[in-house]
């Protein structure tokens, strides 16, 4: 059971483009939604993280738009460079109880020159 | 490097075997945390320590895995008999202030089960 669905599961882009990844959840009772950014052969770093008391969340070139209505959040990253090209993550967890983090799984991200 | 060391990188072992990897968490970190990782998956949680204490437990860890933080510090995954099925990335994470909402992973062990 998928309990966080992310999209699209690979996308291109040229340098200076806008790509922006989807992610969707069920578990209303998930309160934190951080995403992490995934290079080959390393572990994943957390990038930027969204409570859902706000629509929306700028750090640098990254930005978190947050629907809670619909249950959906979404990563941009602004300006893309080639060394942006890695694996994204959305996740999401509960504030209380469990330490699970649940990942969606994944986007792998290109930026060509 | 003050990161989180994992130890080996890579491990090839025979099915039926058992594997032991060890994960060293950022110094002073008191929470330990192990995470799956398939091809073209995110990471899956399998269980988190609060110092010595195993707190949470996933129910993919199966009674053939069993993992433990002797003194807080370092912890140990050993997988008994090994199946094709438990190749995969071993991720470790740790953690302090920020607790689950802040992990700093390892570079995983790579485990291939032939």
């Known amino acids: 059971q998928q309990q966080v669905k992310q999209s699209p599961q690979s996308l291109i882009v040229q340098k200076g483009g806008i790509p922006i990844i989807n992610c969707a959840y069920e578990?209303?009772?998930?309160?934190?939604f951080p995403w992490y950014q995934q290079f080959p052969g390393k572990g994943p770093a957390l990038l930027i993280a969204?409570?859902?008391?706000?629509s929306e969340k700028k750090e640098g070139r990254f930005t978190i738009s947050f629907n809670k209505s619909a249950k959906q959040f979404s990563l941009h990253i602004m300006d893309s460079q080639p060394g942006d090209s890695a694996t994204y993550f959305c996740?999401?967890?509960?504030?209380?109880?469990?330490?699970?983090?649940?990942f969606g799984k994944g986007t792998k991200l290109t930026v060509n020159p | 490097d003050t990161g989180v060391s994992q130890n080996p990188r890579h491990k090839i072992t025979k099915r039926g075997q058992n594997v032991t990897f060890r994960c060293d968490p950022i110094?002073?970190?008191?929470?330990l945390y192990w995470y799956r990782q398939t091809l073209g998956q995110g990471p899956e949680f399998l269980t988190y320590?609060?110092?010595?204490?195993?707190?949470?437990k996933s129910r993919l860890l199966s009674d053939r895995f069993s993992a433990e933080r002797p003194k807080g510090s370092f912890s140990t995954l050993e997988i008994q008999r090994t199946e094709q099925g438990d190749s995969a990335m071993y991720l470790c994470?740790?953690?302090?202030?920020?607790?689950?909402?802040?992990?700093?992973f390892g570079s995983g062990t790579q485990l291939s089960v032939l």
């Open positions: 994470a740790s953690s302090l202030n920020g607790g689950k909402e802040k992990l700093f």
């Open positions: 578990n209303t009772a998930f309160d934190y």
């Open positions: 969204i409570r859902p008391d706000v």
């Open positions: 996740a999401a967890l509960t504030q209380g109880g469990s330490e699970k983090l649940v």
């Open positions: 110094s002073e970190h008191n929470r």
């Open positions: 320590f609060q110092n010595e204490a195993q707190l949470e």
